[in-house]
């Protein structure tokens, strides 16, 4: 059977199985930069996302769906979720980004967290943040993820519609 593997109970019986392996990976990103951002709370990037679309880009298996920057996966399984925000500053600031997630699809817990801090010198300076986690999707009507920002003054948060600047990955490793 194709896509299938061979197994045995340890007794003799064959049975077909599934082949296990990568079976979904999909990449999204921020369209347009976010240039006047919210101060001093955590906002979550609800708009501007889009799939990624550059040259020689490939989705693999079904690919996530987004509304209102809530991400859901399209089958049940491990997967690593993984956020890379870019972003440039012009004064003393910090800069910080995370991943959230719910097991209800409604309330949202930070699962991963990274922060950044600048000490300006007179030029504008940027940097990334990368974070990532695991997650068991055992349920893909109520485990979702979503991205935040959180940043005090002259921060811009990189986006562009035709590279990853700020983007997120997300890659099925395996049966749940």
């Known amino acids: 059977v194709n896509g299938k593997v061979l ?5 003799g019986n064959l049975s077909f199985a599934s082949a296990g392996g ?3 990976a999909d990449q999204w ?7 006047s951002p919210t101060q001093n709370a955590i906002v979550v990037i609800s708009s501007n996302w889009e799939r990624n679309d550059s040259t020689a880009y490939g989705v693999l298996g079904s690919g996530m769906s987004e509304s209102s920057g809530i ?6 399984g491990f997967y690593l ?25 409604s309330s949202y817990s930070d699962i991963a967290e990274q922060f950044f801090y600048y000490d300006y010198t007179g030029s504008t300076v940027g940097g990334a943040i990368f974070c990532e986690s695991l997650l068991d999707v055992t349920d893909t009507s109520n485990i979702k993820v979503r991205f935040t920002y959180n940043t005090n003054n002259g921060t811009y948060i990189n ?7 700020t983007y997120a990955t997300f890659v099925r490793l395996g049966d749940t």
Do not use: W
């Open 29 to 35: 990103r921020l369209t347009t930069a976010i240039t």
């Open 159 to 165: 986006g562009n519609s035709s590279e990853n600047q």
């Open 81 to 105: 979720v993984r956020y890379v925000m870019q972003h440039s500053a012009n004064s003393d600031t910090y800069f910080g980004g995370k991943i959230q997630a719910t097991t209800n699809n």
């Open 7 to 11: 197994q045995t109970d340890g007794s």
């Open 22 to 24: 990568i079976t979904v």
């Open 71 to 76: 991400f859901t996966f399209p089958s049940t």
